[in-house]
Nanobody, 124 residues
Framework: QVQLVESGGGLVQAVGSLRLSCAAS????????MSWFRQAPGKAREFVAA????????YTTDSVKGRFTISRDNAKNTVYLQMNTLKPEDTAVYYC?????????????????WGQGTQVTVSS
């Protein structure tokens, strides 16, 4: 059974930082494209960042470029999202997603496996 477990969310002041982690039970982990999405109240789930199986291909949405960095450690079956210079508009539930093979997709319908989400709240 595939499990994705996010951690690292919380309450932070604007311009602060957080690092989200997603531990995956998918094996072999290196066969899976990994991504982060987020969903704010009353809004659709939106793409944040995705990383290829090897880690060599990275895609980040424009609104977080230069502030957020996605990375993965295939030896630890974990993907990370380092979030710096956080803004109140980054407040959302952040979800980790996984899909076997393929490319770092940027739409939620391309991913079969999802975590339960972790809340990130940025105060002004």
């Amino acid at each position: 059974q595939v499990q994705l477990v996010e951690s690292g969310g919380g309450l932070v002041q604007a311009v602060g930082s957080l690092r989200l982690s997603c531990a995956a039970s998918v094996l072999p982990f290196s066969w899976f494209v990994m991504s982060w999405f987020r969903q704010a109240p009353g809004k659709a789930r939106e793409f944040v960042a995705a990383i290829s199986m090897s880690g060599g291909g990275i895609y980040t949405t424009d609104s977080v470029k230069g502030r957020f960095t996605i990375s993965r450690d295939n030896a630890k079956n974990t993907v990370y999202l380092q979030m710096n210079t956080l803004k109140p508009e980054d407040t959302a539930v952040y979800y980790c997603a996984a899909e076997e093979g393929g490319r770092p997709y940027q739409t939620p319908d391309k991913y079969h496996y999802w975590g339960q989400g972790t809340q990130v709240t940025v105060s002004s």
